[in-house]
């Protein structure tokens, strides 16, 4: 050895995967098949844990992502690994090849993942910290919050709480999730004829779909639909806003849906139908 030389340097992260390298890794973890490992990827992208770069096409993991992992990894870190994935596909495997029996395979799972179930339950609150920094608290996030439409239970304004995308109301302590990826705004005082709850007009954020308006009270736990129902999609008779009430017949691209007429945009006016994609632009002339 000739010369010794001492450098300073720090170390780097790794790059950032791209979506065919996690389907890579996906595929040599068994994690999903090849039907469902996009829309795993899809969900993940969809729900905010990722955001994807549109020229390098690199997942860049959101806050609300980190906040999920570092609290499951704090909780139980077997559930941020692909091994029990990895466990649970080979099992389904051998029932496929008949080497073992549906029932066989379920003594074996259901035990793990119920003792999982109730271990993270039990240690729940360690994941307050974490969401704390993507959310706020709640108290923290109501004393920033300002009044936003009337609750129909008790007539007082609630409030818009957007981080966590939902109104709450302080006098019934109940809450309300909204739609997200989009902006909310009230259309003054127009109601729900079945609850009394003013109608929000939600904007998605992606310019190609139109706009529409939603019951706080019926898009959580409508009466007769199913929770997450919007306004267009409402088949109550009771109410103005309901797709029943608002429609101008059968679409003729799926030949299922309703063409529901959707809230004015100054004097554009549009028809979506409330089952697939098909969409029509109206112009108002004077």
């Known amino acids: 050895m000739a010369t010794v030389e001492v450098k300073a340097g720090v170390t780097s992260p790794p790059e950032h995967l791209t979506e065919s390298e996690l389907l890579d890794l996906m595929e040599q973890n068994r994690i999903g098949t090849d039907a469902s490992m996009a829309t795993h990827i899809h969900n993940i992208v969809e729900r905010g844990f990722v955001k994807v770069e549109p020229k390098s096409r690199k997942l860049v993991p959101g806050e609300l992502g980190k906040a999920l992992v570092l609290g499951l990894d704090c909780i139980d870190s077997e559930?941020?690994?692909?091994?029990?994935?990895?466990?649970?596909?080979?099992?389904?495997?051998?029932?496929?090849?008949?080497?073992?029996?549906?029932?066989?395979?379920?003594?074996?799972?259901?035990?793990?993942?119920?003792?999982?179930?109730?271990?993270?339950?039990?240690?729940?609150?360690?994941?307050?910290?974490?969401?704390?920094?993507?959310?706020?608290?709640?108290?923290?996030?109501?004393?920033?919050?300002?009044?936003f439409s009337k609750c129909g239970v008790c007539r007082k304004f609630m409030k818009l709480m957007n981080k966590q995308h939902k109104l709450y109301c302080e006098s019934c302590k109940a809450e309300y999730l909204l739609p997200k990826e989009g902006s909310k705004k009230i259309l003054g005082d127009q109601r729900c004829q079945r609850d009394g709850f003013q109608i929000v007009l939600f904007n998605p954020s992606n310019p190609e779909l139109p706009s529409y308006n939603v019951c706080p009270k019926c898009y959580n736990s409508g009466k007769d639909e199913e929770p997450g129902v919007a306004c267009y999609q409402c088949v109550s008779r009771e109410c103005e806003w309901s797709a029943v009430n608002n429609n101008l017949g059968h679409c003729s691209m799926c030949e299922v849906g309703l063409l529901v007429l959707d809230p004015p945009q100054s004097n554009l006016y549009s028809l979506s139908c409330n089952e697939c994609v098909n969409h029509y632009k109206i112009t108002a002339k004077a």
């Open 79 to 147: 559930l941020i690994t692909p091994h029990l994935r990895r466990r649970v596909e080979k099992a389904i495997d051998l029932v496929a090849s008949g080497e073992k029996q549906k029932d066989q395979v379920l003594a074996e799972l259901l035990p793990l993942f119920k003792h999982k179930y109730l271990h993270y339950v039990a240690q729940f609150a360690l994941m307050d910290a974490f969401f704390a920094k993507v959310f706020g608290t709640n108290e923290t996030t109501l004393e920033s919050a300002k009044p």
